[in-house]
């Protein structure tokens, strides 16, 4: 089949179908060509832009499912359960100090909230409206109330460097790493640090603000009752 000998692009051929036959209609591609302006002709001719190295030029691990991966999916499992279950005590929390009772209405209103922050926000705002800071013993809940909505609102950027920044490895090393090469600013903040132990400092923290949550609200409910002791929480 014969190609077209102008000097301008190459383009390909448009066919016609005649009875079977495939006729190339170099004269329809001559006068569409004659047609492109300057701009679009340099713009034809420039050269495509760099595209970005494959995990395999790079030389990453591409399969999570490698042994090595398996302690950080262990470690990363167990600090997102133990941060879920924390949110579940907290929702039972703004269930009591939302005055008890009937808990449809209180969890109806606290599980139609899909965002953590706007949950502990809310149950920030049911203890502000009913616990009577005249009345020392209340006074003294909503200080703990309220420190606990600051240590967990203090966990939460943990959290999601924990949820969201990505770990790499390489083919070659059993090494595995936050992947901050490319500028991801959570992998960042974890670059440097025992990524194990801040799993893990997550999942312990998690689960005491959870113990110490539900023992709070007992105190609460119990109007007689001696308010907890606060827990100590894992250093960094």
Not at 36 to 54: H, I, M
Not at 202 to 208: E, V
Request: glycine share 8%; net charge positive; proline share 6%.
């Amino acid at each position: 089949m014969n190609r077209s000998q102008g000097t301008g692009p190459k383009v390909a051929p448009v066919l016609t179908h005649q009875r079977g036959e495939h006729h190339m209609a170099n004269d329809r591609v001559r006068s569409d060509l004659r047609g492109l302006n300057v701009v679009s002709a340099v713009r034809l001719a420039k050269p495509s832009k760099p595209r970005p190295p494959t995990r395999k030029q790079l030389g990453l691990e591409p399969r999570y499912t490698a042994r090595k991966f398996r302690p950080y999916a262990l470690a990363i499992g167990e600090a997102m359960l133990s941060w879920n279950d924390l949110h579940e005590e907290l929702g039972m929390l703004f269930w009591t100090v939302s005055g008890g009772g009937f808990g449809n209405l209180p969890l109806g209103i606290w599980h139609s909230i899909t965002n953590d922050r706007a949950k502990r926000n809310i149950l920030m705002g049911a203890a502000r409206a009913s616990l009577n800071q005249s009345v020392e013993r209340e006074k003294k809940a909503f200080e703990e109330v309220k420190w606990i909505f600051d240590k967990v609102g203090e966990l939460a950027g943990d959290r999601n460097a924990a949820t969201h920044a990505p770990l790499s490895s390489t083919l070659t090393t059993s090494d595995v790493f936050p992947q901050a090469g490319f500028g991801n600013r959570l992998a960042q903040k974890l670059d440097g640090r025992d990524v194990l132990a801040e799993y893990r400092r997550l999942r312990d923290t998690a689960i005491r603000l959870r113990d110490y949550c539900g023992r709070l609200g007992d105190a609460i409910a119990r109007a007689r009752a001696t308010l907890p002791a606060r827990p100590k929480l894992p250093a960094r």
